[in-house]
T-cell receptor
Framework: DTEVTQTPKHLVMGMTNKKSLKCEQH?????MYWYKQKAKKPPELMFVYSYEKLSINESVPSRFSPECPNSSLLNLHLHALQPEDSALYLC?????????????????FGQGTRLTVV | AQTVTQSQPEMSVQEAETVTLSCTYD???????LFWYKQPPSRQMILVIRQEAYKQQNATENRFSVNFQKAAKSFSLKISDSQLGDAAMYFC????????FGKGTRLHILP
């Protein structure tokens, strides 16, 4: 199984709503990532979890709250978002995180959640 | 901070011809990985090819090959025998503890 599964695939939410994005992998990977991608732009890193601990937060606003309940699951909790937060949210995983550089170290990506904030 | 630069926002190539996409990067690290990812209209990110910085030999995967010049910090992708299915956005990416992407090159395949 080399899949990273993201749910939901599409989400429309109001600015006062609270919603969550979910990402799951069963490859035994120990690092998981959230990226935000606007149309025609590259993915921008938001958060990195390494061994279930938050290792990188790229100065993301607090209305985005990540959570890693276990090594296979990564959530992104959303609250009081703005229309400019509308984007594709991509989850990725790698075999290891941090400064370990080992073979087969590419990131596997989910299909993303297309988020629209109205 | 590490940076990745793709200087070609768009490129076009005739079907069955060869095209080269450019990428340069900046880092002070000696051990790292470089990747080319493809993102078709579905927006699924698909790994095309990887290169370990400590390996001098250029990576190849079927019709895809790279020209890795570590001293020049250059990592270009060559696509041979271009096919219609190769049309996509191509991102060059650098990895140490983060994965950083270039701005991308949109590749059009002309029938």
């Amino acid at each position: 199984d080399t899949e990273v599964t993201q749910t939901p695939k599409h989400l429309v939410m109001g600015m006062t709503n609270k919603k969550s994005l979910k990402c799951e992998q069963h490859m035994g990977h120990r690092a998981m990532y959230w990226y935000k991608q606007k149309a025609k732009k590259p993915p921008e890193l938001m958060f990195v979890y390494s061994y279930e601990k938050l290792s990188i937060n790229e100065s993301v606003p607090s209305r985005f709250s990540p959570e890693c309940p276990n090594s296979s699951l990564l959530n992104l909790h959303l609250h009081a978002l703005q229309p400019e937060d509308s984007a594709l949210y991509l989850c990725a995983s790698t075999k290891t995180g941090g400064s370990e550089v080992v073979m087969n170290t590419e990131a596997f990506f989910g299909q993303g959640t297309r988020l629209t904030v109205v | 901070a590490q940076t990745v630069t793709q200087s070609q926002p768009e490129m076009s190539v005739q079907e069955a011809e060869t095209v080269t996409l450019s990428c340069t990067y900046d880092t002070s690290e000696s051990d790292y990985y470089l990747f080319w990812y493809k993102q078709p209209p579905s927006r699924q990110m698909i790994l095309v090819i990887r290169q370990e910085a400590y390996k001098q030999q250029n990576a190849t995967e079927n019709r895809f090959s790279v020209n890795f010049q570590k001293a020049a910090k250059s990592f270009s992708l060559k696509i041979s025998d271009s096919q219609l299915g190769d049309a996509a956005m191509y991102f060059c990416a650098y990895r140490d503890d983060k994965i950083i992407f270039g701005k991308g090159t949109r590749l059009h395949i002309l029938p």
